[in-house]
């Protein structure tokens, strides 16, 4: 009874009155406001919590030597649908698309060797490092994929299996789409290790955002938006039965609409210049393109070299031998007040023919380089020109390009010039170095 006449008392207590100037309300000065705890349902799960809900849903894939039965590389998958279809890097599975007759590929779930189950490659993506594997039977627990990119800052957690040391997984933050960047790529500040390729990263709902594909160490990480793979799971969801060659047909198709849109971003627009001594030469021709410059000191050279090169940074992965997909060029200014015209002359020659250009690659994947040297006028100035270019043997209609020149209009002084195209047509090829050559002047 006193309990019921004490609540009614104090709710008739008038509301007492605020200091003068103090709104009502409002916190006592000096005195921090207190911000109201999030409601639980909005906090991230604990890490361990997570990993047990979903590790199942990630499998390793063992790339299998056909000949001594056994992996010869390693890398991460997941699933991400009911009829066993899984996600993966392009480049954990490339072997079967260039060598089928010698590698094949299984998975491996929860680190149970013994179960481990064949799978077929139904799709690749070869420009966003993706591919699709399946298993036949069902699967149980599968991943979604995320519709939407998430916040910048968001907690996120990497999964995969790093060095073949088992299932991990290791949480880190979403940073956005890089910059400027010629392939679409997420920065994760986290650290993805060799083995976890091809994992996948996720919120802490479960859902995925991005695929595991590189490392600068660090904690500096990239993701493949997961844009791209839902895309890939809808072509791989109509493909009834895939083959060696068809798959290979389907990189080289690719390969040759990147080119093409590469060509188009190159060519729509006029190549800006950079003053190099008593030269302008091609700049910073697109943002994707990442540019330096440097003048080593050495005094005990009777010359001096400034070089200025500007290079894409980033390329494709067709095999551990074969790269693709790249803008490289570089300038040096090759000047003197020592040597003579003549002892200069030698000087020249020598370092333009000590560039033996090219990107990376074997006999197996390209052709020899077929080389054309002319002495040409640009703006007016005599320029010595060797445009070469070699053919991919796999990849009908794809060459790489390798472009050199150097200018002959001063006796002590003069620019010599590299540009390197690799992944591309033979015509569109020829159309960059030209455009490229034509932005060399003289400025005196």
């Not at 064949?118 to 298993?135: G, T």
């Not at 210049?273 to 030269?279: A, I, N, V």
């Not at 015509?427 to 060399?440: F, Q, T």
């Amino acid at each position: 009874m006193l309990t019921i006449l004490l609540l009614a008392a104090l709710a008739q207590a008038p509301a007492p009155v605020p200091a003068q100037g103090v709104p009502a309300g409002a916190p006592d000065a000096g005195t921090p406001a207190v911000v109201p705890p999030l409601p639980v349902a909005t906090l991230p799960p604990a890490t361990h919590e997570l990993f047990e809900r979903i590790k199942g849903r990630v499998v390793q894939v063992r790339i299998i030597e056909r000949r001594s039965g056994t992996k010869s590389s390693i890398g991460s998958a997941f699933f991400v649908s009911a009829e066993g279809h899984a996600v993966t890097n392009y480049h954990v599975i490339s072997s079967i698309v260039h060598q089928p007759e010698d590698y094949t590929a299984e998975l491996v779930r929860d680190g149970k060797e013994s179960d481990s189950v064949p799978v077929k490659l139904m799709a690749v993506d070869v420009i966003h490092d993706l591919a699709v594997i399946q298993m036949d039977g069902a699967v149980k627990d599968w991943f979604e994929l995320a519709d939407r990119e998430p916040p910048q800052g968001t907690r996120l957690f990497a999964m995969g299996n790093p060095h073949d040391l088992g299932t991990t997984i290791v949480e880190g933050t979403y940073n956005g789409l890089i910059q400027d960047a010629l392939y679409d790529k997420v920065h994760f500040s986290g650290a993805i290790n060799p083995g976890m390729s091809g994992g996948p990263t996720v919120t802490g709902e479960g859902k995925v955002v991005g695929v595991n594909v590189a490392t600068m160490g660090n904690q500096l990480g990239f993701l493949v938006p997961v844009a791209h793979s839902r895309a890939l799971l809808e072509r791989a969801r109509q493909v009834k039965e895939s083959s060696p060659s068809a798959l290979l047909a389907e990189v080289g198709s690719q390969l040759l609409d990147n080119q093409q849109r590469i060509t188009e971003r190159l060519m729509a627009t006029l190549v800006p210049t950079q003053t190099l001594g008593d030269y302008r030469v091609p700049g910073r021709w697109l943002p994707f393109l990442k540019c330096w410059g440097d003048t080593p000191h050495q005094p005990e050279n009777p010359y001096t070299i400034t070089n200025y090169q500007c290079s894409s940074e980033e390329d494709l992965y067709l095999s551990s031998d074969h790269r693709t997909g790249v803008v490289a060029y570089d300038h040096a200014y090759v000047t003197s007040e020592q040597l003579g015209s003549l002892r200069f002359s030698s000087l020249y020659t020598d370092t333009f023919g000590n560039d033996a250009g090219g990107v990376d690659a074997t006999k197996e994947d390209v052709t020899n380089f077929r080389c054309k040297v002319e002495f040409v006028k640009v703006g007016g100035i005599p320029v010595r020109a060797a445009l070469c270019l070699r053919a991919y043997k796999k990849l009908p209609g794809l060459y790489d390009l390798a472009l050199r020149a150097a200018t002959l209009n001063a006796s002590t002084s003069g620019v010599q010039t590299s540009l390197d195209l690799a992944g591309f047509s033979a015509d569109n090829a020829r159309a960059i170095a030209r455009r490229y050559l034509e932005a060399l002047a003289w400025t005196k």
